[in-house]
Nanobody, 121 residues
Framework: QVQLVESGGGLVQAGGSLRLSCVAS????????VGWFRQAPGQEREFVGM???????RYAPSVKGRFTITRDNAKNTVYLQMTRLKPGDTAVYYC???????????????WGQGTQVTVSS
């Protein structure tokens, strides 16, 4: 079993920044990828970005250029640095782990509990 804990969410004004952390523990696969997703009220969960086991990173077009994913394997931690935040970025943000990760939520086996990000205008 893998446990994921996200942190770093909060309330920020438009144009501000936040950094989310996702710490993995337990029986993490030897090579695993991490994805970030978000879900706003009344909307479906959507892909934000991912880093696979070899370090390749992808972003959703809506966040590319504003969000940055970094990975610290020694700490089993992945970060989502969010800059130039917009009210439309308001959502619960989730990290997830899987072995062959893609932009699809079904590629992930384990999910964190989520952290709320609220961007005020």
């Amino acid at each position: 079993q893998v446990q994921l804990v996200e942190s770093g969410g909060g309330l920020v004004q438009a144009g501000g920044s936040l950094r989310l952390s996702c710490v993995a523990s337990g029986r993490t696969p030897s090579n695993y990828g991490v994805g970030w997703f978000r879900q706003a009220p009344g909307q479906e969960r959507e892909f934000v970005g991912m880093v696979n086991w070899s370090g390749d990173i992808r972003y959703a077009p809506s966040v590319k250029g504003r969000f940055t994913i970094t990975r610290d394997n020694a700490k089993n931690t992945v970060y989502l640095q969010m800059t130039r935040l917009k009210p439309g970025d308001t959502a619960v943000y989730y990290c997830a782990v899987g072995q062959y990760v893609t932009e699809m939520a079904r590629a992930y086996n384990y999910w964190g509990q989520g952290t709320q990000v609220t961007v005020s205008s």
